[in-house]
């Protein structure tokens, strides 16, 4: 029998439980319905809606369910529809008539929003602490690579020297901000919604400060209505998951491309690495191959929810227990790359003389060439255009800017003199770039102090 069966006049056709039933994926959020339902039971014995001893047996009973959970004794059922009724169901079992009173005052409605909010909060405080790990890998190749030069490129064309200290803490950058992200996500979450009923509150004087104080949460929602219908805090944290996943999946890029024979800046470690069932040559880059590919799934949730949410009517809808599937996989795929990727990353091995040879071809000093003319009074276009026509000479000639004699160099602009050639050294080009932000030693060395401090906080 149902436990909303009173107003049928059969049972459900097995195929209408099937299709209805999501207890097969949200059996895992049984901790916080339990958590939940301890908290709104205490509550109605507080305020005298039930009976002090009510309101004991029902919490003692919700304690072995949850112990028996935990130690694989439950099964639950298909036709219980959900987590929310498969508890509720095995209390009565346990405890008869007084378990059926534990919904008083509650809707699945109010309470399916509450499980979800307890869950990705918890699941929030996880992910950020694998990013933290991620930061904290970042921080430490940054330090190490502090003189590491290596070519700058914008539309994958060298572009001007930098060095991996910097390339690694604009990485450390976006991270940033997804833990910023995730925070700001976390404070939306945090609003308890029992009380809201099925839509319309409930008549029954609940207290419900005392269910969030009890539940850990920071406020109290606001509207009734509001509380049951939306979804927002689970796309939010889909779109700070996708966010988060294609910043992995940039680096996964680069990664891929840099441990390439024609790159061949880095080594990945053999551990981090697969072969090939036929190649017996082949080393490849498949952990950051698979996050890059997981992040095309993460982006599908995202646009899951947001098509899923996008036309419907207040209130509840049953259209939204399709949230669940989507954030528990986007939830999963990024728990299950964090810390992979991490330890790929820690492991790698940076071929620096490769990277400096790199840097020092494809003209990365032409810029420096111009502004040594500018500071010798030269306007900058002007200055742009001298450089351009040097680079063309160079090119035809097979030759870099350095290695020209300066009477060369003279024939395109008296203003060049012996001190160009320190001017537009790789180290100086890296180095004269002293500015906030910029990828000199003494800069990223900043960026980092302040990047430590920054983890420092959030611990
Ligand atoms: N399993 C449902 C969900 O995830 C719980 C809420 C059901 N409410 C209802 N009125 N049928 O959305």
Redesign the pocket.
């Known amino acids: 029998m149902k436990l909303w069966g009173g107003r049928f006049t059969k049972g459900t056709d097995k195929s209408v439980d099937d299709f209805n039933s ?1 207890i097969r994926f ?1 059996c895992r959020m049984y901790k916080q319905d339990i958590r939940g339902s301890i908290a709104h039971a205490r509550m109605l014995g507080e305020q005298g809606i039930i009976t002090k001893n009510e309101s004991s047996s029902i919490c003692n009973a919700l304690e072995e369910i949850l112990s028996d959970i935990e130690n694989g004794m439950v099964e639950f059922e298909n036709d219980a ?4 009724m498969n508890v509720e169901r095995l209390l009565i079992s346990r405890i008869g008539d007084v378990g059926k009173k534990l919904h008083t005052g509650r ?3 109010d ?2 929003a509450l499980d979800t909010r307890m869950y990705i909060k918890q699941e929030i405080i996880e992910i950020k602490s694998m990013l933290v790990g991620l930061e904290e890998t970042l921080l430490s190749l940054a330090e190490q690579n502090l003189d590491t030069i290596m070519p700058g490129y914008t539309h994958l064309q060298r572009a001007q020297p930098v060095t991996f200290a910097h390339h690694m803490m604009a990485y450390f950058q976006m991270l940033k901000r997804d833990l910023e992200r995730l925070d700001d996500c976390f404070g939306r979450t945090d609003f308890m919604p029992l009380g809201s009923g ?1 839509l319309a509150g409930t008549t029954y004087p609940l207290d419900r400060k005392m269910v969030a104080e009890e539940l850990g949460f920071a406020q109290i929602t606001q509207n009734s209505m509001d509380s049951v219908s939306d979804r927002d805090y689970v796309v939010e944290l889909c779109s700070c998951i996708s966010i988060l996943m294609m910043h992995l999946s940039r680096l996964s890029e680069e990664i891929i491309l840099w441990s390439s024979h024609e790159f061949n800046f880095i080594t990945l470690d053999d551990a981090y690495s697969t072969g090939s069932s036929i190649m017996p040559q082949k080393k490849n880059p498949d952990v950051a191959e698979l996050v890059r590919g997981k992040t095309g799934r993460t982006i599908g949730n995202l646009v899951t929810l947001l098509s899923m949410m996008k036309s419907l009517p207040l209130a ?1 809808n ?1 259209d ?2 399709e ?2 599937e989507a954030v528990f996989d986007s939830i999963d795929t990024v728990k299950m790359c964090l810390p992979v990727f991490t330890k790929m990353l820690a492991t790698i091995k940076i071929n620096k003389d490769i990277m400096y040879t790199a840097a020092g071809l494809g003209f990365t000093n032409a810029t420096d060439a111009a502004d040594y003319l500018v500071k010798k009074g030269v306007p900058f276009r002007t200055a742009h255009e001298i450089t351009g026509k040097l680079v063309l000479h160079c090119i035809k000639k097979g030759i870099s800017i350095e290695n020209l004699p300066l009477t060369e160099l003279q024939q395109f602009s008296v203003h060049f003199e012996n001190d160009l050639y320190n001017s537009i050294r790789l180290e100086s080009c890296v180095n004269y770039r002293n500015i906030l932000g910029g990828p000199a030693k003494d800069a990223v060395t900043g960026s980092i102090k302040s990047g430590k401090a920054f983890i420092d906080s959030l611990k």
């Open positions: 999501s949200d529809e959900d987590i929310h809707s699945r409605n309470q399916v099925a509840y049953k939204m227990q949230d669940k």
